[in-house]
């Protein structure tokens, strides 16, 4: 009875100091704390420790990273790979705003007034009315997709046919049978060069409220030139203010639907695969053909999607995972696990394959599938994650070198350069993990690692996404 009275006491002295702050005295501000929904198609990873680093010898005889004992913070992970359905969601995204953007151009050169405009709409800065207003595109209104040529000299009419048809390949003149051109499919977009702003002479000076007069940065910038050709280059510039540490990079972002081609020597593997990523039986399919810098271009669009509807001040970003997030997730929660199923071989208790991969001595069959089968195919690991071994290989955030566990933290291991123009191709390194398809057993292993150069697509690499959880 005694512990009652106390605790209702002290209940209602918490109610008490709640209700009424003190005047004059340090209360602080804080927003309302709301628990973070699970992303739609995550799983949360939760923060913990592991042995990272490889189970086994190396199959190539390569030189291996030391096992070690490693921290990593709680994340969201995609539960598969980013299937061709998903990744033609970012292909159409594309296709829609430069079909919007061409629409918005033939209005302004038509003389369309702002308030009258279809297309587009202005948006001027209130603090600064001599700059240029900036031009936003109408997302409301439908894109006339079945625009004809009239050949009544309907300017606007015709105008409009010839927007839209910027997006579509023709196989006659003025006719409707269009196909996607792949080749206009150029997504431009920005990041916070962080690397130039960790350099210890670009640091901001609070006595003078500004940067040093010496510091400098090297970032991206892009654009493009008077024939069309996209120009990416690396330009040296002062640190004056913030937005100095902007970088852009213009990329096309259709996958290399020709991989299947190029990857292999005297074989033919054409006349089902050149529609991987088109055919509609392909779509719960793991997207590939896509490469590090094009994976990034997707990271970049899927945050920008979800910043747009977020009602987080600034929720964290969507992007590809490190290497120890990757091999931690992968392990399922199991200590020392040489595999994501947790056993010491590949195969389960009735003698079946546990992922897909090449068995045996090029018997691709064996295993159920013969090229990459669909995302969830197999059982999942103890996280619920699915293809964390075999199907296709996926892309890591991190940069390749084969000393990094000598010299990364032991917290949230991450290694990363930005690889620019102009840089040695060893620098171009991207570590990729889960072995694919194509690859033997030895590469399944969680602790086991590759590469590949971040500008070249494989029709055996594929990438999912990753995103911090904060909160715990």
């Known amino acids: 009875m005694r512990k009652l009275v106390l605790f209702a006491l002290t209940a209602a002295v918490i109610a008490l100091t709640s209700c009424s702050k003190p005047k004059g005295q340090l209360t602080g501000i804080y927003g309302n704390i709301t628990p973070e929904a699970t992303p739609y198609g995550m799983v949360r990873i939760p923060r913990g420790s592991f042995v990272m680093g490889p189970n086994d010898q190396s199959a190539t005889w390569a030189i291996q990273p030391n096992q070690r004992d490693v921290t990593v913070e709680s994340f969201w992970m995609d539960i598969t790979e980013i299937t061709n359905g998903e990744y033609k969601q970012f292909v159409v995204w594309v296709r829609d705003s430069i079909a919007r953007t061409q629409l918005a151009r033939m209005e302004v050169d038509l003389g369309v007034e702002a308030e009258d405009a279809k297309y587009f709409s202005v948006k001027y800065d209130p603090y600064n009315e001599a700059a240029d207003p900036d031009t936003i595109l109408n997302w409301k209104v439908r894109i006339p997709w079945k625009a004809k040529w009239t050949y009544e000299g309907d300017e606007e009419e015709n105008a409009t046919y010839l927007a839209v048809n910027k997006v579509f390949y023709q196989s006659g003149d003025k006719t409707e049978e269009r196909q996607l051109n792949a080749h206009v499919m150029n997504y431009s977009y ?33 654009y493009y030139d008077e024939t069309g050709k996209i120009i990416n280059k690396v330009i040296k510039k002062k640190l004056r203010q913030r937005g100095d540490l902007i970088s852009r990079r213009i990329i096309n972002i259709y996958p290399d639907t020709m991989c299947w081609m190029t990857e292999f020597t005297y074989s033919y593997n054409e006349p089902a695969m050149l529609n991987y990523f088109s055919h509609p039986s392909y779509g719960y399919f793991p997207v590939v053909g896509v490469t590090w810098e094009q994976a990034q271009a997707f990271c970049h669009w899927r945050n920008a999607q979800y910043q747009n509807v977020s009602k987080l001040p600034r929720a964290q970003e969507y992007r590809l995972p490190t290497e120890a997030e990757w091999e931690y997730a992968a392990r399922g929660g199991k200590l020392n696990s040489a595999y994501p199923w947790g056993g010491p071989y590949i195969r389960n208790a009735k003698g079946c394959f546990m992922a897909n991969f090449k068995p045996l001595r090029g018997n691709y069959t064996e295993d159920g599938y013969f090229l990459p089968a669909a995302v969830g195919t197999y059982d999942p690991n103890d996280y619920g994650l699915y293809d964390m071994a075999g199907n296709v290989s996926e892309w890591i955030d991190d940069t390749y070198d084969e000393t990094t566990s000598s010299f990364a933290l032991d917290m949230n291991p991450s290694y990363k350069y930005e690889a620019r123009e102009g840089d040695l191709k060893i620098m171009r390194r991207k570590v990729i993990k889960g072995g694919s398809w194509k690859d033997v057993g030895a590469y399944l292993q969680c602790g086991m690692r590759d590469f590949e150069y971040q500008d070249v697509c494989r029709p055996s690499i594929g990438f999912r996404c990753v995103r911090t959880h904060i909160g715990d």
């Open 190 to 222: 920005k990041w916070l060069a962080r690397d130039q702003a960790k350099l210890p002479g670009n640091s901001f000076n609070p006595k003078t409220g500004k940067y040093h007069d010496w510091a400098e940065v090297t970032i991206d910038t892009a």
